[in-house]
């Protein structure tokens, strides 16, 4: 059986609002965003969060919004965030936050229950894999506690073991767990300790 990519919700330290992908291949990835809620006016619903940043948010609204509307999000229990929307395509909206949010912050609460999902943050930086005697080259487009996400001109075997290493983090064991025909994703054999990703991803912020 086919092991579809997982879609998650992802994290960015950047402050410009996210960008809507347009991906039209949906079919291809199982989608776990994380649950949010929008209040408009006095009323409140539940929305889902596909991508966030410090200066913004995309999500996907199940009630009509419109571009200029002004509207709260709730991405912690009890913390609203007052925001605009900025555009509306389907039942995706793209937010710009009245003031920047602490994104760090939000990652230690990012799911609920005794096994939330593993959060992904968008990071850009050069870092290689090994396969075998081959060492690639790559381009790292986000990680989580289990993983990465990356580019590679040469393409990497799904299913083959490798070793990743990123700068400031010691090498990585894991598997090529998938490949979308753009990008390659990596399940690590040991989960990184979430104050440990935490702190790198401070360090590059920095």
Not at 67 to 92: C, M, S, T
């Amino acid at each position: 059986m086919e092991q579809l990519p997982v879609e998650t919700t992802v994290y960015s330290l950047s402050s410009d609002p996210p960008v809507d992908q347009d991906r039209r291949e949906e079919e291809r990835h199982l989608t776990l965003f994380r649950v949010g809620a929008i209040v408009i006016g006095g009323r409140r619903e539940l929305c889902l969060v596909k991508n966030i940043s410090a200066g913004g948010a995309l999500i996907r609204a199940y009630s009509g919004l419109a571009p200029k509307q002004k509207i709260r999000i709730e991405l912690k229990e009890g913390q609203q965030v007052a925001g605009l929307v900025n555009w509306v395509r389907g039942n995706d909206a793209g937010l710009t936050f009245d003031s920047p949010v602490d994104v760090l912050d939000l990652l230690k609460s990012s799911g609920e229950g005794p096994r939330p999902r593993m959060p992904r943050v968008e990071v850009r930086c050069v870092g290689f894999v090994r396969e075998g005697a081959i060492l690639h080259r790559v381009n790292v487009l986000n990680i989580s506690q289990g993983g990465i996400k990356v580019e590679s001109a040469k393409p990497l075997t799904v299913g083959g073991d490798v070793t990743a290493t990123l700068p400031g983090l010691p090498p990585q064991g894991g598997v090529v767990r998938w490949n979308d025909g753009e990008s390659f994703g990596i399940g690590f054999n040991s989960v990184l300790a979430l104050a440990g990703l935490v702190e790198w991803l401070n360090a590059r912020e920095r």
